[in-house]
């Protein structure tokens, strides 16, 4: 549910982004990179696998600091071998799993390699 505290601006070219976000004073978390690993350790080969553990380890991590999706104001997300079909994988299984009205600004960075050959990282910055 959105707060008084955090307020959106719609991208005017994108849709579905936010161009910006403000977040009124209080405390911020700020989440370190996030990585989706198997119950074994290994990481998956399918991307879309990586992206849906990835997702639930940020929303662990937003939850073990008092936050939810919802609080989110800032997400990089880090791709190795960014392409446009990577690109369209990783927004269409983010919408699926990331239900907000209003997305936080973000950033996608193409990346030659990631901790432990993950395909994806998400650090991310939400006010609580």
Known sequence: MPTARISHTPAPVIPGISDSVTA????????????????????PKDFVRAIELT??????????????????VRVNVYITGLDQERLMIWRMTRDN?????EPCASTVIGVQSLFNS???EIDAVAAV
């Open 118 to 120: 993950a395909t994806i």
């Open 97 to 101: 799993l990331v239900k907000v009205q």
């Open 55 to 72: 997702y639930a380890e940020l929303e662990r991590a937003l939850k073990a600091g008092g936050a939810s999706y919802e609080d989110l």
């Open 24 to 43: 009124r004073s209080g405390a911020l978390l700020f989440v370190s990179g996030q990585v989706g690993v198997e119950e074994d350790g290994s990481v």
